[in-house]
Nanobody, 124 residues
Framework: QVQLTESGGTLVQTGGSLRLSCTVS????????MAWFRRTPGNDREFVAA????????KYSDSVKGRFTMSRDNDKNVVYLQMDSLKPEDTAVYYC?????????????????WGQGTQVIVSP
């Protein structure tokens, strides 16, 4: 059984930092690309960041580029999202997801498995 479990979401002030974690079990982690998406009420999931399993290349949305950093630890089966210089518009539920694809990682439709999400709230 595949499980993705996010943690680290909390309330933080504008300009602060958070690190989200996603622990993965039940699949051969090193052969899966991983991503973070986020969702706000009434909106679709929005791509945030992804790492390709094939070459470890990283992709970021324009809204987080330069502020967020995604990484993975294949020994621990964990991915991280380091979020710096947080803004109120970063407030959302953050989800991690996995896919066997290694390119075109922006679309949520590419992803097979999802976590339950972790809430991030950035106060003004």
């Amino acid at each position: 059984q595949v499980q993705l479990t996010e943690s680290g979401g909390t309330l933080v002030q504008t300009g602060g930092s958070l690190r989200l974690s996603c622990t993965v079990s039940g699949l051969r982690f090193m052969l899966y690309s991983m991503a973070w998406f986020r969702r706000t009420p009434g909106n679709d999931r929005e791509f945030v960041a992804a790492i390709s399993y094939r070459d470890r290349s990283r992709k970021y949305s324009d809204s987080v580029k330069g502020r967020f950093t995604m990484s993975r630890d294949n020994d621990k089966n964990v991915v991280y999202l380091q979020m710096d210089s947080l803004k109120p518009e970063d407030t959302a539920v953050y989800y991690c997801a996995s896919t066997g694809h290694y390119s075109d990682l922006y679309s949520s439709h590419k992803y097979d498995y999802w976590g339950q999400g972790t809430q991030v709230i950035v106060s003004p």
